[in-house]
């Protein structure tokens, strides 16, 4: 039986030396339901402002704003001076101590793996740190990375060996997301002023707690934003989810096996309206749409779909308020060697995801609803055959996982 199988991920950042040739923020945060990762509540509001810098691309799109984050806080804990301000600020990282933001971190890191050994899905975070063979990084920032993310210093050649050094990191990137990121570092990314990359990898297999039944996919029309329609798989199912309408749009939880981590689906009631919905897509609103979802029958048709994303984020990252960081003259990394040389070159991320119908013999069981009785109401009928918003969340930790847009099913590239 085939499994709904969502995302594999990866953030690098790489740390260079030098060759010798702000917007409107948006206020609150998601409720942190599991006491001890306030954490979180940085993250999501971060996730929701960098997607807001992104979404101007056309398409679909998919990215781990948690991945992204992750990568980043092991970058910080080697910033100082007007740096770490900078990225604390963009971060939301500045609403703790930098030890208490490491280590809760960890802690979420340690919590997620945790509940993906218990055989209800697959969840994996991963980090490694690729430094330069002899270089001489600090015992303190080490042993930071080490403790709070797990992350191992594996030593390479960039000076003399740069290729087989971005083919080392590939290797490990296509284990941890189980081949689905492929190439991720490109020839000539790295060269031979590379001291550091840091690397986090996300991967995630999950099983819908209510199957689709493959029987019940029909092909049906999708209506992209310019009007055209593209004939799509769309499945079919009704069953009891968390729903809610609220303004112009509906949303819809959609649980994984153990109702640990949950697909929540905001879709617009009117065919053109994403742009609408993007634009009002905060920490307020979300918290908002998310807080008291109903249980209740509802005839869902969702698109099979499957996509890959890729980005380029150093300069919507200096762009939001952390331009120091990719500057070779005004970069303070002193955290990592107890020098000024280090500077960001390039923040890469990619991402992969496939949903489908399948479901697993637990979700069967699961999926037999209460019988509905003459007096309920009709069911409402989400039907997600235009442009919407989705995101995977961790239920027990409030935590945005894995967020996206779908403009085309169709469609397989961003």
Same mark, same amino acid.
């Given at each position: 039986?085939?499994?709904?199988?969502?995302?594999?991920?990866?953030?690098?950042?790489?740390?260079?030396?030098?060759?010798?040739?702000?917007?409107?923020?948006?206020?609150?945060?998601?409720?942190?339901?599991?006491?001890? =990762?306030?954490?979180?509540?940085?993250?999501?509001?971060?996730?929701?402002?960098?997607?807001?810098?992104?979404?101007?691309?056309? $398409?679909?799109? =998919?990215?781990?704003?948690?991945?992204?984050?992750?990568?980043?806080?092991?970058?910080?804990?080697?910033?100082?001076?007007?740096?770490?301000?900078?990225?604390?600020?963009?971060?939301?990282?500045?609403?703790?101590?930098?030890?208490?933001?490491?280590?809760?971190?960890?802690?979420?890191?340690?919590?997620?793996?945790?509940?993906?050994?218990?055989? $209800?899905?697959?969840?994996?975070?991963?980090?490694?740190?690729?430094?330069?063979?002899?270089?001489?990084?600090?015992?303190? =920032?080490?042993?930071?990375?080490?403790?709070?993310?797990? $992350?191992?210093?594996?030593?390479?050649?960039?000076?003399?060996?740069?290729?087989?050094?971005?083919?080392?990191?590939?290797?490990?990137?296509?284990?941890?997301?189980?081949?689905?990121?492929?190439?991720? %570092?490109?020839?000539?990314?790295?060269?031979?002023?590379?001291?550091?990359?840091?690397?986090?990898?996300?991967?995630?297999?999950?099983?819908?707690?209510?199957?689709?039944?493959?029987?019940?996919?029909?092909?049906?029309?999708?209506?992209?934003?310019?009007?055209?329609?593209?004939?799509?798989?769309?499945?079919?199912?009704?069953?009891?989810?968390?729903?809610?309408?609220?303004?112009?749009?509906?949303?819809?939880?959609?649980?994984?096996?153990?109702?640990?981590?949950?697909?929540?689906?905001?879709?617009?009631?009117?065919?053109?309206?994403?742009?609408?919905?993007?634009?009002?897509?905060?920490?307020?609103?979300?918290?908002?749409? %998310?807080?008291?979802?109903?249980?209740?029958?509802?005839?869902?048709?969702?698109?099979?779909?499957?996509?890959?994303?890729? =980005?380029?984020?150093?300069?919507?990252?200096?762009?939001?308020?952390?331009?120091?960081?990719?500057?070779?003259?005004?970069?303070?990394?002193?955290?990592?060697?107890?020098?000024?040389?280090?500077? %960001? *070159?390039?923040?890469?991320?990619?991402?992969?995801?496939?949903?489908?119908?399948?479901?697993?013999?637990?979700?069967?069981?699961?999926?037999?609803?209460?019988?509905?009785?003459?007096?309920? *109401?009709?069911?409402?009928?989400?039907?997600?055959?235009?442009?919407?918003?989705?995101?995977?969340?961790?239920?027990?930790?409030?935590?945005?996982?894995?967020?996206?847009?779908?403009?085309?099913?169709?469609?397989?590239?961003?």
């Amino acid at each position: 039986m085939k499994t709904v199988k969502i995302a594999g991920l990866i953030t690098i950042l790489l740390i260079t030396i030098p060759s010798c040739t702000a917007d409107d923020k948006n206020t609150g945060a998601l409720p942190v339901i599991l006491t001890g =990762f306030p954490v979180v509540a940085g993250n999501n509001k971060f996730a929701l402002e960098l997607y807001s810098k992104i979404n101007e691309k056309q $398409g679909n799109l =998919f990215l781990s704003p948690y991945s992204i984050s992750t990568a980043l806080a092991m970058t910080y804990a080697g910033a100082k001076s007007e740096t770490e301000k900078q990225m604390a600020d963009t971060l939301c990282f500045s609403t703790m101590s930098s030890e208490q933001l490491h280590e809760e971190f960890g802690s979420l890191i340690r919590k997620l793996n945790a509940a993906g050994e218990k055989g $209800g899905y697959e969840l994996v975070v991963a980090n490694a740190i690729w430094g330069q063979k002899g270089y001489n990084f600090l015992p303190e =920032f080490l042993t930071l990375v080490k403790t709070n993310y797990d $992350g191992n210093l594996e030593q390479v050649d960039f000076k003399t060996q740069a290729e087989a050094a971005r083919k080392t990191i590939n290797a490990w990137v296509e284990k941890k997301t189980k081949d689905k990121i492929k190439e991720l %570092i490109k020839p000539k990314m790295l060269d031979s002023t590379t001291r550091l990359v840091l690397t986090n990898a996300i991967y995630f297999k999950g099983k819908w707690a209510n199957q689709f039944m493959s029987v019940q996919t029909k092909d049906a029309p999708f209506t992209l934003l310019g009007g055209q329609k593209v004939n799509v798989p769309m499945m079919y199912q009704t069953e009891k989810f968390g729903y809610k309408e609220v303004n112009n749009i509906q949303v819809l939880e959609m649980p994984y096996v153990n109702n640990d981590l949950s697909m929540v689906v905001l879709l617009p009631k009117k065919l053109d309206g994403i742009s609408e919905l993007e634009k009002d897509l905060n920490n307020d609103n979300l918290a908002r749409w %998310i807080d008291d979802l109903r249980k209740r029958k509802v005839q869902v048709f969702f698109p099979r779909f499957k996509m890959t994303s890729e =980005f380029e984020l150093a300069r919507v990252l200096g762009a939001m308020g952390m331009p120091d960081a990719f500057s070779a003259e005004k970069a303070d990394f002193s955290g990592m060697n107890g020098n000024h040389e280090l500077s %960001i *070159s390039a923040v890469v991320h990619k991402a992969y995801v496939d949903v489908n119908e399948e479901g697993t013999e637990a979700a069967a069981a699961t999926g037999v609803g209460v019988i509905a009785t003459s007096i309920e *109401s009709p069911p409402p009928v989400f039907r997600a055959d235009h442009p919407f918003i989705f995101l995977i969340r961790d239920n027990k930790s409030g935590s945005i996982l894995f967020l996206g847009r779908v403009a085309n099913p169709a469609s397989k590239d961003n």
